[in-house]
């Protein structure tokens, strides 16, 4: 099965560990992975701000990039759900065209965990992880994506992974792409809640599957303080397989 890997902005910049993981995973699972070198961010961040046009732009380009992909996968729910966002953003009477291209490319994008379960059939993926851990769910993934049972499938047959539900896990961290620029003083509060909410699982590990409210969270836990681990999902996959070369 060939993949095409959408790495998103924010793992491509700050977290290439989790592009790496990603690839990893996927080919062990007998996956051909390729990676389009002229993908660029999904638009997401114009498209949050109002700027269509210029999200239009971004759409068409990505659009062009991966269309060769038999699917595109993302270790991202909040950016998959932009590339079905497509659909929607060309609505004008002349943009049928891009929008079935659009469509098109709707149907073949995956975030990581959902494509393991619904495409490969997936569950167990012979991972190790021995630490107390704690799973937050991100609004896009859950909410505009509609990824919930996937994450805690694969992560419920982690060996010796003792996972813990957050409280109150259904509410934002905070991070929200530019909210956490436009409303930093309540962008912060909100994740000091969250961080909060964590400490009360008593977790080493904090797991997610978007790098943006890892990245945010992992800001204000580690200027708390706390010795709290945070690590992207396809991480936690990937955990205890390198070392033994499987």
């Known amino acids: 099965m060939k993949v095409s890997l959408f790495i998103t902005c924010l793992a491509d910049v700050f977290y290439p560990e989790v592009g790496r993981a990603t690839v990893e995973l996927l080919e062990r699972l007998g996956c051909e992975v390729d990676f389009p070198v002229a993908q660029t961010c999904c638009g997401q961040p114009a498209f949050n701000s109002g700027f269509h046009r210029e999200a ?4 068409r380009h990505m659009i062009e990039t991966f ?7 993302a270790p991202s729910g909040s950016c998959t759900a932009m590339l079905k966002e497509y659909v929607h953003l060309f609505s004008e009477e002349d943009e049928r065209e891009w929008q079935e291209k659009a469509r098109a490319l709707a149907e073949k994008g995956y975030e990581l965990t959902q494509f393991l379960v619904e ?13 107390k851990a704690t799973y937050h769910r991100s609004c896009h993934m859950t909410r505009l994506l509609g990824v919930k049972d996937a994450p805690m499938k694969l992560l419920s047959n982690v060996k010796g992974l003792s996972l813990t539900e957050l409280p109150c896990a259904h509410d934002c961290c905070g991070f929200g792409g530019t909210f956490s620029v436009k409303m930093a003083p309540i962008s912060q509060q909100m994740a ?3 961080v909060s909410h964590i400490k009360e699982t008593n977790a080493e ?3 997610g599957a978007d790098c943006g409210c890892l990245m945010h969270l992992d800001g204000r836990i580690r200027r708390q303080g706390k010795p709290i681990r945070v690590m992207h999902i396809a991480q936690v996959l ?3 397989l390198e070392q033994e070369g499987r």
């Open 56 to 59: 239009k732009k971004a759409a």
């Open 67 to 73: 269309a060769h992909a038999d699917y595109v996968v």
């Open 119 to 131: 495409i490969l059939r997936v569950e167990d993926v012979d991972a190790t992880l021995p630490v």
């Open 192 to 194: 000091d809640e969250k």
């Open 205 to 207: 590990v904090l797991i």
């Open 238 to 240: 990937q955990s205890g």
